[in-house]
């Protein structure tokens, strides 16, 4: 969550630093106070489930039987690198920059807030749907599949594996700048999406190596990011 809310900060600070005043495109994205009250609300909603340690209560098993799981989830178990963790960190504030990056490089300032309310809403909901969608599920995480299983126990997000929120968010990312970019012919847009989603693709496997989720919550995560990515730059406000 940490990683999540620096690469919506790093969004929303770009709406006020590096935008061009060189030539003027056509406004496509209507920026306004509603995108600040929907981000804000919505990423104080993401953060709820972790401030009240949610899910509550002990896991019903600890350490769990990997035969239960789905064959394709079985090979995680026993993975664990904190660089695949702390790689996955990056690759998703580095697709955060790159998105801003692309969206703000030769706008009119307009156009630029425009673009940025989109990215900032698009990660915001993201985030909020899949900290809802953790605690409802509550799927145990590879950890309680192994013998640290007892001292993983006790912490919440021992129960927030489905979907992963790393990767829901990453493609979330890239999909709305995909939508916006064809939309508004932006420059160089198959390079910079083609780099979006090969970095959402790469947190997705670097959250598999460090052994925080199963290959299912990662495609889970992948599709839920990509249609909120979607539905968010399809309907959000336009300017003529």
């Not at 770009?14 to 005043?21: E, K, L, N, R």
């Not at 490089?105 to 673009?115: L, V």
């Not at 909901?125 to 599949?145: D, M, N």
Request: net charge positive; hydrophobic share 45%; charged share 10%.
């Amino acid at each position: 969550m940490r990683s999540i809310s620096i690469t919506l900060s790093l969004l929303m600070a770009s709406t006020t630093a590096g935008v061009s005043q060189g030539p003027v495109a056509e406004v496509r994205y209507r920026a306004s106070w509603v995108d600040v009250a929907a981000v804000t609300g919505t990423g104080v909603t993401a953060l709820i489930p972790g401030l009240l340690r949610l899910p509550s209560g002990p896991p019903s098993c600890a350490p769990c039987s990997p035969s239960a799981l789905p064959g394709i989830d079985r090979w995680v178990v026993g993975a664990s690198s904190s660089l695949a963790r702390h790689g996955s960190d990056v690759f998703l504030i580095g697709a955060g920059g790159l998105a801003a990056y692309a969206a703000l490089h030769d706008r009119s300032p307009q156009q630029a807030r425009g673009n940025l309310a989109v990215l900032a809403n698009s990660v915001s909901w993201t985030a909020a749907s899949t900290a809802w969608l953790k605690v409802l599920v509550h799927r145990k995480r590879p950890v309680l599949y192994t013998s640290a299983a007892t001292a993983a126990a006790p912490h919440a997000s021992s129960q927030q594996s489905f979907p992963s929120g790393h990767t829901s968010v990453a493609f979330a990312i890239a999909t709305s700048y995909l939508v916006m970019a064809n939309r508004e012919h932006l420059p160089h847009r198959t390079r910079n999406a083609i780099l979006l989603y090969g970095g959402a693709s790469s947190v997705g496997v670097l959250r598999l190596a460090g052994g925080s989720h199963f290959p299912t919550d990662v495609l889970g995560g992948a599709v839920l990011g990509a249609g909120i990515g979607w539905l968010v730059a399809a309907v959000h406000p336009k300017l003529p």
